[in-house]
């Protein structure tokens, strides 16, 4: 070992170099970016608004520092614009990353397509970061460049799951239909386990046969915004019934067995009218509606369980119970002598 001044200087820069090489390894191969929100807003044909939320970990127990950098955003068929992502300093318990509505020009539809219509559809996704060009500067040493790469796999969207939570019908003005024509309101409630939010805009869908003898059928033509948030949210929608007679057949077989609530009609993205590539996407959604029995209740069918009665019916029944029992046991105690004694041990209340 070389004991010298100038031996030890090249031992510590041998050292720290190796620290720093295990520093920026850490980032490269061991690190992982935890999103928690992207959404996508203001679209266009041709450039969208992206906000991130993140969480950097797993970059080892040294803290670092990553400049500013470029990165290229790629779906399954490539890239489709780039992003810029803001300085980074990274910790052992995470380093947050906020980009808040960034404009990103899309550089391909197809490869955006690519990208979105698994989030929207599959239950699984990936984003995958690519050239990244930064520099990263740790434990005091001089600092150094990086290309940052990363694969990100995402939960999916899985459709979404969409439910009916209230319906309401009513006449529809100035109809020139001779198929009893109704208006219909409808709150959705929507299932988005996904972190991806997208704001599409207003766009119609179909309510289509579930898969019946005539899967093509249409119920319902709807038209509301489509704004595709985090968690369970509502969705409002309205339209018109077009084929009234052929859903109080479906409400009436679901009522029978025949059919199953969950499955017997469809919700179908018809267009959107915003973006084209937003069009595509929304065109791409097929997707059971469940809670149809709302639906078939507003129209007049008898559908699912009876209705409990309220608390005040249940107190005036339970009364008049105990009316009926104590004049029967005065009756007994009057002809049965300790008999009609036993009556009042032994009343039964009926509900």
Same mark, same amino acid.
């Given at each position: 070992?070389?004991?010298?001044?100038?031996?030890?200087?090249? %031992?510590?820069?041998?050292?720290?170099d190796?620290a %720093?090489?295990?520093?920026?390894d850490?980032i490269?191969?061991?690190s992982e970016?935890? !999103?928690t929100? =992207?959404?996508i807003?203001?679209?266009?044909d041709? $450039?969208?608004f992206?906000?991130?939320?993140?969480?950097v #970990?797993?970059?080892?127990?040294?803290?670092?520092? %990553?400049s500013?950098?470029?990165?290229?955003?790629?779906?399954p068929s490539?890239?489709?614009?780039?992003?810029?992502?803001?300085?980074i300093?990274?910790?052992?318990s995470?380093?947050?990353?906020?980009?808040?509505?960034?404009?990103?020009?899309? #550089?391909?539809?197809?490869? !955006?397509?690519?990208?979105?219509?698994p989030?929207v559809?599959?239950?699984q996704? #990936? !984003?995958s970061?690519?050239?990244g060009?930064?520099?990263?500067?740790?434990?005091?040493?001089?600092?150094q460049?990086?290309?940052y790469?990363?694969?990100?796999?995402?939960? *999916?969207?899985?459709?979404?799951?969409?439910?009916?939570?209230s319906?309401?019908?009513?006449p /529809?003005?100035?109809?020139?239909?001779?198929d009893?024509?109704n208006?219909?309101?409808?709150?959705?409630?929507?299932?988005?386990?996904?972190?991806m939010? =997208?704001?599409?805009?207003?766009? $119609?869908f179909?309510? /289509?046969?579930?898969?019946?003898?005539?899967?093509?059928?249409?119920y %319902?033509?709807?038209k509301g915004? !489509?704004?595709?948030?985090?968690?369970?949210?509502?969705?409002?929608?309205?339209?018109?019934?077009?084929?009234?007679p052929?859903?109080v057949?479906?409400?009436?077989?679901?009522?029978?067995?025949?059919?199953?609530?969950?499955?017997?009609?469809?919700?179908v993205?018809?267009r959107?009218?915003?973006?084209?590539?937003?069009?595509?996407?929304?065109k791409?959604i097929d997707?059971? /509606?469940? *809670?149809?029995?709302?639906?078939?209740?507003?129209?007049?069918?008898?559908?699912?369980?009876?209705?409990?009665?309220?608390?005040?019916?249940?107190?005036?029944?339970?009364?008049?119970?105990e009316?009926?029992?104590?004049?029967?046991?005065?009756?007994?105690?009057?002809?049965?002598?300790?008999?009609?004694?036993?009556?009042?041990?032994?009343?039964?209340w009926?509900?």
């Amino acid at each position: 070992m070389d004991c010298s001044f100038q031996g030890l200087v090249e %031992l510590h820069k041998s050292q720290m170099d190796f620290a %720093l090489r295990s520093v920026i390894d850490a980032i490269l191969k061991n690190s992982e970016l935890e !999103l928690t929100l =992207i959404r996508i807003s203001n679209v266009t044909d041709d $450039s969208l608004f992206v906000s991130i939320e993140a969480l950097v #970990t797993k970059t080892g127990p040294a803290s670092a520092t %990553l400049s500013p950098m470029s990165i290229s955003l790629c779906g399954p068929s490539g890239s489709f614009g780039h992003l810029t992502l803001p300085q980074i300093k990274t910790c052992p318990s995470g380093a947050p990353l906020l980009v808040t509505n960034q404009h990103v020009r899309i #550089t391909s539809i197809p490869a !955006l397509l690519s990208f979105i219509s698994p989030i929207v559809r599959a239950p699984q996704a #990936t !984003l995958s970061l690519r050239g990244g060009h930064t520099s990263v500067r740790a434990l005091g040493a001089r600092p150094q460049p990086l290309v940052y790469a990363k694969d990100v796999a995402l939960r *999916g969207m899985g459709g979404p799951s969409v439910a009916v939570q209230s319906c309401v019908f009513s006449p /529809l003005a100035n109809s020139s239909r001779s198929d009893n024509s109704n208006s219909v309101v409808l709150v959705l409630r929507v299932c988005n386990p996904s972190p991806m939010e =997208i704001s599409f805009g207003t766009c $119609s869908f179909d309510v /289509l046969d579930g898969g019946g003898d005539d899967a093509e059928l249409v119920y %319902l033509e709807l038209k509301g915004r !489509l704004d595709l948030r985090r968690g369970a949210f509502k969705a409002s929608v309205q339209g018109t019934l077009v084929c009234r007679p052929a859903l109080v057949a479906a409400g009436e077989a679901c009522r029978d067995g025949a059919r199953e609530e969950d499955t017997v009609a469809r919700l179908v993205g018809k267009r959107c009218a915003g973006a084209a590539w937003c069009d595509e996407t929304v065109k791409g959604i097929d997707v059971p /509606l469940k *809670g149809m029995g709302k639906v078939f209740r507003a129209l007049g069918v008898e559908y699912g369980e009876p209705e409990m009665p309220q608390a005040s019916e249940l107190e005036e029944k339970s009364k008049g119970d105990e009316i009926e029992e104590m004049a029967a046991a005065t009756d007994g105690g009057s002809s049965g002598g300790s008999g009609g004694g036993g009556g009042w041990k032994s009343k039964l209340w009926k509900w």
